[in-house]
């Protein structure tokens, strides 16, 4: 007695509705997602003062291990930039912007500083 089926489901041949359906799918989402605006509509306040006091101040350390604060072109000693540092509001931002061939021990110094004085500390890197 041979009991075998002879009517087989084949699955190859109903796949490419369903590639259609997962498409048309993605293109639906695909224009939701672009109509979707998910910000608040906020009505901000007027800023007096000067923004830049409360901005962080950038400390930059070249290949030469030279400081300097933030667009400033003349190259600082360690003792100015601290002098200049200890002038800030607790809790101020410092960034810091090292070369990548800056001797580690110059940028470390610049950490020490901000924790004596309690100043947050951003390191900047390049993006990959």
């Given amino acids: 007695m041979d009991f075998n089926s002879s ?25 939701i997602s672009t109509l979707v605006n998910t910000s608040h509509n906020i009505d901000l306040p ?23 604060i933030n667009s400033n072109q003349e190259e600082i000693s360690i003792t100015e930039l601290k002098d200049k540092l200890n002038k800030l509001e607790k809790k101020s931002t410092i960034e810091l912007l090292a070369d ?3 001797d580690r021990r110059f940028a470390y110094q610049v950490i020490e500083i901000a924790k004596d004085r309690k100043l947050k500390v951003v390191i900047k890197t390049k993006g990959s």
Avoid: C, Q, R
């Avoid at 048309?24 to 224009?31: D, E, G, K, S, V």
């Avoid at 800023?47 to 300097?68: E, M, Q």
């Fill in 100 to 102: 990548k061939d800056t």
């Fill in 7 to 31: 009517n087989k489901i084949k699955i190859e041949d109903g796949m490419s509705s369903m590639t259609d359906l997962v498409f048309l799918l993605l293109i639906f989402f695909i224009i």
């Fill in 46 to 68: 007027d800023g007096v003062g000067d923004p830049s006091l409360s901005s962080p101040v950038k400390v930059y350390i070249n290949n030469d291990n030279a400081y300097f």
